[in-house]
């Protein structure tokens, strides 16, 4: 069976500090793997996400995610978070959830 | 565009009715649409997968016979909930996809409280 962890339940930064949220997981065929984000009071939509190729993925508002195999991790990064990047951060892979991460950001 | 509706967003019943849930692709053909259910504080469960014209594949643990859905356009998905009691309140939401393992559109999620 698939499993999705996401390492922190929720993190707390202030604006222009590195943000990087852990994600493992647990599957022995293939993968794709996604990072969703939910803004307060909006839909769930997708920040980037991985089928092969660059193990280095870039997405929106200057995400970036690295699929290493070896580790089973997808963890996003951005270099400097925002006041408007606090939300809810999912990490997915094929159809199966991790817990979720709320991140805030202080001005 | 990959605008995904859901409708109604919120729905109150009594024990024992059923409530029917509609999801809609608006501007693209979804192939693969997919039924979620999130409780408080957690994260999506997926329930089932469907694709146009074929029955829905259910994950283990998702009583099919409960949770009824049907698929019967590219743009259309139901989720029937049969008989629904206090523990099936919860946020339903559903997502759409082109194909079955691209990027997912999801809905703005259905509220269902029963009494």
């Known amino acids: 069976a698939q499993s999705v962890s996401q390492h922190n339940h929720h993190v707390i930064l202030s604006e222009a500090a590195s943000l990087e949220l852990g994600c493992n997981y647990s599957?022995?065929?293939?993968?794709?793997l996604f990072w969703y984000v939910q803004y307060p009071g909006q839909h769930l939509q997708l920040l980037l996400k991985?089928?092969?190729?660059?193990?280095l993925v870039k997405g929106i508002k200057g995400f970036e995610a690295e699929f290493i195999k070896s580790k089973f991790s997808f963890n996003l990064r951005k270099p400097s978070v925002q006041w408007s990047d606090t939300a809810e951060y999912f990490c997915?892979?094929?159809?199966?959830f991790g817990p979720g991460t709320r991140l805030s950001v202080l001005p | 565009g990959a605008v995904v509706s859901q409708h109604p967003s919120r729905v109150i019943c009594k024990s024992g009715t059923s409530v029917k849930i509609e999801c809609r692709s608006l501007?693209?053909?979804?192939?693969?649409m997919f039924w979620y259910r999130q409780f408080p504080k957690q994260s999506l469960m997926l329930m089932a997968t469907?694709?146009?014209?074929?029955?829905?594949?259910?994950e283990q643990g998702v009583e099919k016979d409960k949770f009824l859905i049907n698929h019967a356009s590219l743009t259309l998905s139901t989720l029937t909930v049969t008989s629904a009691h206090p523990e099936d309140s919860s946020f339903y939401i559903c997502?759409?996809?082109?194909?079955?393992?691209?990027?997912?559109?999801f809905g703005p999620g259905t509220r269902l409280t029963v009494l």
């Open positions: 991985y089928f092969s190729g660059d193990p």
């Open positions: 599957y022995g065929g293939t993968v794709n």
């Open positions: 997502s759409a996809s082109r194909d079955s393992y691209n990027e997912q559109f």
């Open positions: 501007d693209f053909q979804a192939t693969t």
């Open positions: 997915a892979v094929n159809f199966v």
């Open positions: 469907s694709n146009e014209g074929s029955k829905a594949t259910y």
